[in-house]
């Protein structure tokens, strides 16, 4: 029962983890008539504001043993967000809309990563969080077509209004998970799977000390930087050259997208037998191409073919994620809280890269944007390559607890 409920909260959760921000971009510069400027400051001062809240929301997940009420409220209010922006177009009620969105992407994910950890012994980690990338994929591309379907026969409005509906059906899902089944202290990195001994959390600064961790976290944030707008700089392009198909031209985006990532959700399942590192390799490449790419060629259908690299790119990293951290965070009592203060460092760079690309844009058009983007993401391929260890614990310490984490197989 808890293995097919944890799969209909990841397939139902996907328009909240997905591609919303596209359809609010999209919505207020076809709809709204708001500038390119304009949009990207708000971006960037809703990110900004909204993401130095996740450590916190990290820490609480750690904490707390209400996961599935935090993320019933959460659905809630990203309802009630979609259709204040819908309803009142203005810059106080976006802004406000769009920092509670901010946060609410530092609580979806790392509740259902914990309450995978909770409920799945470590060896098994990787081919649950694969599958459960593989649903929530599944689940954006189920989404992109229904919003694509609305969205061209009544309005651009139509997401906003499905998401009360995909809500309800997200909170009957998440309480058909035993709230019982999950071990909150394995959840949060402190228990053994051998043993269940519990052991006291270490001090924040762990996550200082941690080489890998913070190689991670540089690399992201430049990933971030130039990968966050790359969508919605695809998305604006082909609205502004096909006026009255916005919505469709942006959810084909998001449907090529994830069609991609399926396929490397299921690679993530097999991480234990390929490594992290050569699957993290090839996920930072991807952007850096795919952003030279978009700016070879005009073409609708061109644009919206290289979106399958954002599949290969996002698809894998996002998969891998959380798995990576487990990796890195075993024994230290602080997982959701890593994942809370990288949710800081990737929002800061992919909030920062939106305001950034908005104003190349304004000034220096789409491809100027594009190459700035694949010339920055570049930068984050080599990080990754150079520094980065191995991760994948060996298999002695798959069975074995190290305090302070585990540490990788190569340094």
């Known amino acids: 029962m808890r293995l097919v409920a944890l799969d209909w909260v990841n397939f139902l959760l996907a328009d909240v983890r997905g591609g919303l921000g596209a359809y609010v971009i999209v919505y207020l510069l076809t709809n709204a008539h708001w500038s390119q400027a304009t949009i990207g400051a708000v971006l960037t001062v809703s990110g900004l504001t909204g993401i130095m809240l996740h450590p916190s929301v990290g820490a609480l997940i750690d904490n707390i043993r209400g996961k599935r009420a935090l993320l019933i409220a959460g659905t809630v209010v990203l309802s009630v967000c979609g259709l204040a922006v819908v309803w009142m177009p203005i810059i106080p009620v976006v802004l406000a809309a769009d920092i509670a969105m901010a946060v609410l992407g530092g609580v979806f994910a790392p509740v259902v990563a914990a309450i995978t950890v909770g409920l799945f012994e470590r060896d098994a980690l990787p081919a649950r969080l694969g599958r459960n990338a593989v649903f929530d994929r599944i689940g954006n591309v189920f989404i992109a077509v229904v919003v694509g379907i609305f969205g061209t026969i009544f309005s651009q409005a139509a997401p906003f209004y499905l998401l009360p509906v995909f809500a309800a059906l997200t909170i009957v899902a998440v309480l058909a998970i035993p709230a019982r089944a999950i071990d909150h202290e394995r959840a949060r990195g402190l228990a053994a799977e051998d043993t269940r ?215």
């Open 197 to 411: 001994a519990l052991r006291r959390p270490e001090s924040w600064r762990v996550l200082l000390r941690s080489r890998p961790l913070v190689v991670f976290a540089a690399a992201a944030a430049i990933l971030n930087f130039a990968n966050g707008p790359l969508l919605q700089l695809v998305a604006q392009k082909l609205a502004l050259a096909h006026p009255g198909y916005e919505t469709g031209l942006t959810s084909t985006a998001i449907i090529v997208t994830q069609l991609a990532t399926i396929p490397m959700a299921l690679l993530v399942t097999r991480a234990n037998a390929l490594g992290r590192k050569p699957l993290l390799i090839i996920a930072f490449a991807a952007v850096p191409l795919r952003g030279l790419l978009c700016a070879s060629y005009d073409d609708p259908s061109w644009l919206l073919g290289v979106q399958l690299l954002d599949g290969v790119g996002a698809g894998m990293y996002e998969a891998l994620l959380p798995l990576v951290l487990a990796d890195m965070m075993r024994g230290t009592g602080h997982y959701s809280l890593a994942r809370g203060v990288l949710g800081t460092i990737q929002g800061i760079g992919g909030s920062t890269g939106q305001g950034a690309a908005g104003f190349i844009v304004a000034a220096f058009g789409y491809n100027a944007a594009f190459l700035t983007l694949a010339a920055v993401a570049l930068a984050a391929l080599l990080l990754m390559a150079v520094a980065m260890p191995e991760t994948r614990p060996t298999p002695r310490k798959l069975d074995q607890p190290t305090p302070g984490g585990v540490e990788p197989e190569t340094r």
